[in-house]
């Protein structure tokens, strides 16, 4: 179940100091003979806190009563907010008592509203996604998330609206899956990792059954790509030496290319029209850029800017590829319409952009970030002029993806509560999860 989240707009604690009760968790049952009997009600003790917000401006205050009352529905609905105890996401509930809130006038236009709220459980059991990508053919979204924390082996999920997201089973566990593609003609999933020993690839027909394989080498792929005409995956990578390229026809044989330079490539792109891989990296002097038309001869490309470029998008209608970067000043984006020769464009703000995405029925790119407050997200009709957007949270969002039947973007983060967010616009965001 998805629980709505503490508004951004109030105060994000109010914990200073605060003292937690645990609930009494003891049943005792008084037979008629002998001593009394006691049983744990629940494996889950939950926590009760004492909280004061403010001072708040009267919109503020506005916002906490239209919140408890029309959103929580007068504090019968859980909502996701921080854990006093961790600092992390939870979910909690604003205690039932008479009042459920009170409320004072600190100042001539300002107030302090006091409440007890009760922690239910902690949301840092929620995958930490890396990556998402539609299936047209399946129509699902497959997301792949980090595993090293939980070591659960819960690291891919699935869902076929964006809202609802089911958890699927990988064949391991601990592995930080980093980027997923799909292959229309092999009706295949492919997904890399960082890490692991021999098996940094993973696939899956139907985005619930999935099978290690063999990765050309050991090293940390971040990125995966499927070219249709040349009927081949390319992945590449942030390590190893001269071999930070690999290739696969089926997604099962894998074989290691010769990259240009030993660059720390962190996305790679295909575009049909140019026949032609586009890979992008975080390191390099003046040669952040590599392409190649076949994905085993590479030719290293002058970058528009030494800034860390972290994603890469090609747009058919617009002929057009766009990067994007989490450095640089003003200018974190940059474009090509040949993979060869880049220019650097202007930044709507200076995040740490992790992704791009392009929207064709909407002619329109979306690019999330990591860092910033309130706009996390930024949006451009040509990939020259960017307009900033409101993120449904500030979250670290990594990676952003678009499903035309939907008509929907979907946004995946590694931090947070509810870790996904969706758009039919990429202007207008909302928390899923």
Avoid at 308 to 331: C, D, E, M
Wanted: glycine share 6%; hydrophobic share 40%.
């Amino acid at each position: 179940m998805a629980f709505d989240v503490w508004p951004t707009s109030l105060p994000q604690s109010g914990f200073n100091g605060v003292e937690g009760s645990p609930q009494n968790n003891v049943v005792e049952f008084k037979p008629d003979v002998g001593p009394p009997i006691d049983r744990r009600r629940s494996s889950r003790i939950n926590t009760s806190y004492p909280v004061t917000i403010g001072p708040l401006t009267l919109d503020q205050f506005k916002t906490f009563k239209e919140f408890f009352h029309n959103v929580l529905y007068d504090g019968t609905l859980a909502f996701t907010w921080v854990d006093p105890a961790t600092s992390e996401a939870s979910t909690v509930k604003i205690v039932q008592a008479e009042p459920p809130y009170k409320s004072k006038r600190v100042q001539t236009d300002n107030w302090e509203v006091s409440f007890s709220m009760m922690t239910l459980r902690s949301n840092s059991n929620q995958p930490a996604w890396m990556s998402v990508v539609w299936s047209p053919d399946l129509a699902i979204f497959i997301a792949v998330a980090d595993d090293t924390v939980s070591s659960s082996g819960k690291a891919v999920w699935m869902s076929s609206d964006g809202v609802i997201w089911l958890r699927r089973i990988t064949p391991s566990t601990a592995v930080t899956w980093q980027s997923v593609a799909w292959s229309p003609s092999l009706g295949l999933f492919a997904a890399v990792a960082t890490n692991g020993t021999g098996t940094r690839v993973m696939t899956s027909p139907d985005g619930i059954n999935w099978t290690l394989r063999t990765s050309a080498a050991d090293n940390a792929w971040l990125s995966i790509v499927w070219s249709p005409s040349l009927a081949l995956f390319v992945a590449v990578a942030n390590s190893g030496t001269g071999n930070r390229v690999m290739t696969s026809p089926d997604g099962i044989n894998w074989t290691i290319r010769t990259s240009a330079v030993d660059n720390n490539w962190f996305a790679v792109e295909w575009s049909p029209s140019l026949a032609l891989f586009v890979a992008v990296a975080v390191s390099g002097a003046g040669n952040r850029v590599m392409t190649s038309p076949d994905g085993i001869n590479w030719t290293s490309r002058t970058s528009a800017a030494d800034n860390n470029w972290r994603s890469v998008v090609w747009s058919p209608s617009l002929a057009l590829f766009v990067a994007v970067a989490n450095s640089g000043t003003g200018n974190r984006v940059m474009t090509s319409s040949n993979g060869t020769a880049w220019t650097i464009r202007t930044s709507a703000a200076d995040n740490n952009w992790r992704d791009v995405t392009w929207s064709p029925s909407l002619g329109l790119f979306v690019a999330v970030a990591d860092s910033g407050t309130g706009n996390r997200v930024m949006t451009s009709p040509d990939g020259i002029n960017w307009t900033i957007r409101t993120s449904a949270a500030d979250y670290n969002w990594r990676s952003v993806t678009w499903s035309p039947s939907l008509a929907l973007f979907v946004a995946v983060a590694n931090s947070g509560g509810k870790r996904i967010m969706t758009s039919p616009d990429g202007i207008n965001w909302q928390l899923r999860g």
